[in-house]
C-alpha cells in the first residue's frame, strides 16, 4: 500500500525557514516518477510549489524559485522541503505527492497544516 | 488569483449530468494537453479523478470525463450522486514550466 507521509514543525515564526519531509512507503522515491510539493491555504485552492526527480534535479515554481530548495533521500524514502523567509500569508496545508504526468499527481500525503506566526 | 477560471459553484439533482468548465489561455490549457482534475472533499486530501485531459486513472468511475477545446477544459460528471459533493479543482502545464490550478468548483448534490 502506497503511503505518504509530511512531517516537520506546525508552527514556524515570520522570516524563518519551513521544513518538512516527505516520508514514502510502498513506492521508491528513486522510481521513474516525480515527487511534488504542494500547498492549499485554509478555505483556499491549491498552488503548486514544484518537483523533485529521481536524479536529484528539481524545477520550482517561478513564484518562489529563490526561497525554496527541495532535496531527496533515497536511503530513507524521504523528500524534502525547505522554503526561506516565510510569511503569514504562507499559513497553510502543506501537501507532498507523486506525480505521474505533468500536473498530475496520484498519490498524496495527508497535508500536514503549516502555521507562520510569531 | 489563479491562473485558471471555474465557475464557484454548481448544484445538480442525483442522477443528473454537470459539467464544469476550466478557462485558461494560450499560455497553458491553450498550448498542452497537461491538464488534470482533482476532487475534495472537507479535511481530505485531493483525489486525482482525470489527467493528461481525458485520462481516468485506476479506480475512478466511469461517470467522470474530461474534454478540452482551445483554451477551455471540461469536466463532466454523469449520474451525479451524493458522494459527488466536493471542490474541483483544474491544473494545467504553463509555458514557464509551473503548474498552474483553477480557483476550485464546490458542487453541490441537491
Known amino acids: 500500500q502506497v503511503q505518504l507521509q509530511e512531517s516537520g514543525p506546525g508552527l514556524v515564526k515570520p522570516s524563518e525557514t519551513l521544513s518538512l519531509t516527505c516520508s514514502v512507503s510502498g513506492l521508491s522515491v528513486s522510481e521513474v516518477y516525480f515527487w511534488g510539493w504542494l500547498r492549499q491555504p485554509p478555505g483556499r485552492g491549491l498552488e503548486w510549489l514544484g518537483n523533485?526527480?529521481?536524479?536529484?534535479?528539481?524545477a520550482y515554481n517561478p513564484s518562489l524559485k529563490s526561497r525554496v530548495t527541495f532535496s531527496l533521500d533515497t536511503s530513507k524514502n524521504q523528500f524534502s522541503l525547505k522554503l526561506t523567509s516565510v510569511s503569514a500569508a504562507e499559513t497553510a496545508f502543506y501537501y507532498c505527492a507523486r506525480g505521474v504526468s505533468a500536473a498530475a499527481f496520484d498519490y498524496w500525503g495527508q497535508g500536514m497544516l503549516v502555521t507562520v506566526s510569531s | 488569483q489563479s491562473a485558471l477560471t471555474q465557475p464557484a459553484s454548481i448544484s445538480g439533482s442525483p442522477g443528473q449530468s454537470i459539467t464544469i468548465s476550466c478557462t485558461g489561455s494560450?499560455?497553458?490549457?491553450?498550448?498542452?494537453?497537461?491538464v488534470s482534475w482533482y476532487q475534495q472533499h472537507p479535511d481530505k486530501a485531493p483525489k486525482l479523478i482525470i489527467c493528461d485531459v481525458a485520462t481516468r486513472p485506476s479506480g475512478i468511475s466511469n461517470r467522470f470525463s474530461g474534454s478540452k477545446s482551445g483554451n477551455t477544459a471540461s469536466l463532466t460528471i454523469s449520474g451525479l450522486q451524493p458522494e459527488d459533493e466536493a471542490d474541483y479543482y483544474c491544473?494545467?502545464?504553463?509555458?514557464?514550466?509551473?503548474?498552474?490550478f483553477g480557483s476550485g468548483t464546490a458542487v453541490a448534490v441537491l
Open positions: 491544473s494545467s502545464y504553463s509555458t514557464d514550466g509551473s503548474y498552474v
Open positions: 494560450n499560455s497553458d490549457l491553450g498550448s498542452y494537453n497537461f
Open positions: 523533485i526527480y529521481p536524479s536529484g534535479r528539481s
